[in-house]
């Protein structure tokens, strides 16, 4: 936690969920290895893959410190026992095709640490969209907040779930809630968020997220239930009027 000179050093649980995940698997897997900071575990936690998937985790099996492949009640699910499993002081889910901004994206996070006495509760920071390529296309559209609080989110998930850095300590009694199948995260990120005391703006780009697009049978169930969490941390009436807006933006940006 602390090194000699009393400098904050927290190990970093890396957690990658995947289900036939074998074509982006393993460029995640390098981008993890090749982290210049080195007090990291890194799991992986699958549903059971039919392809290549394991092939690829056991090639670097000595590089990881958990491979679990069994069936499992979807991607929350996985992402539970993955908390479970893990040892480190933050989490950090990465998705599949996804990476770390740099190699030492990491480093320089621990980095922006220094000033402080004790570690924050959540650590956060901004998210470029690459893609399939690793080329970067944009920063994500909606901009991180400079003071993160559980009501940011109002305007929606300020901050990307792969860069939102939660204590291990905090999610630990604060599973994923499975009654959300695809925004369980956005909820998950705001119950975090309501118990912390500390959010750290890291105030750098911490992933490089891969665009894939997200199908819009997906995104419709996706935003009822994104609907359905802001109506309840927030309040239907004040979640109605930002909804409101939301649409407003979007016809006065056309």
């Known amino acids: 936690m602390h090194n000699s000179s009393g400098h904050l050093l927290p190990k970093f649980s890396i957690i990658t969920v995947t289900y036939?995940?074998?074509k982006v698997l393993e460029e995640t897997i390098q981008n993890v290895i090749a982290q210049t900071y080195h007090s990291i575990e890194y799991l992986i936690i699958d549903g059971g893959s039919k392809d290549n998937t394991l092939d690829i985790a056991n090639k670097y099996r000595s590089h990881l410190h958990h491979i679990v492949s069994e069936p499992d009640k979807g991607l929350y699910d996985a992402m539970n026992k993955g908390i479970r499993l893990a040892t480190g002081d933050y989490l950090c889910f990465l998705n599949a095709g996804d990476k770390l901004h740099d190699n030492d994206t990491l480093q320089h996070m621990v980095h922006s640490l220094q000033p402080l006495k004790e570690l924050p509760d959540v650590l956060y920071g901004e998210t470029?969209?690459?893609d399939s390529?690793?080329?970067f296309l944009r920063m994500r559209r909606l901009s991180t907040p400079q003071e993160l609080t559980w009501k940011s989110f109002k305007e929606?998930?300020?901050?990307?779930?792969?860069?939102?850095?939660?204590?291990?300590?905090?999610a630990v009694h604060t599973p994923y809630d499975l009654q959300y199948r695809f925004s369980a995260d956005f909820d998950w990120c705001i119950?975090?968020?309501?118990?912390?005391?500390?959010?750290?703006?890291?105030?750098?780009?911490?992933?490089?997220?891969?665009?894939?697009g997200l199908t819009t049978r997906n995104q419709k169930a996706s935003l009822k239930e994104r609907f359905r969490i802001m109506a309840k941390h927030y309040g239907l009436f004040s979640t109605l009027l930002h909804h409101l807006w939301f649409v407003f933006r979007a016809i006065i940006k056309r």
Do not use: P, W
């Open 133 to 135: 390529k690793g080329h």
């Open 191 to 212: 119950r975090i968020m309501k118990q912390s005391h500390l959010l750290h703006n890291t105030h750098l780009t911490l992933v490089n997220y891969l665009d894939e």
């Open 156 to 170: 929606g998930m300020r901050v990307c779930h792969q860069a939102f850095f939660a204590k291990r300590e905090l």
């Open 20 to 22: 036939n995940a074998g």
């Open 128 to 130: 470029a969209i690459v």
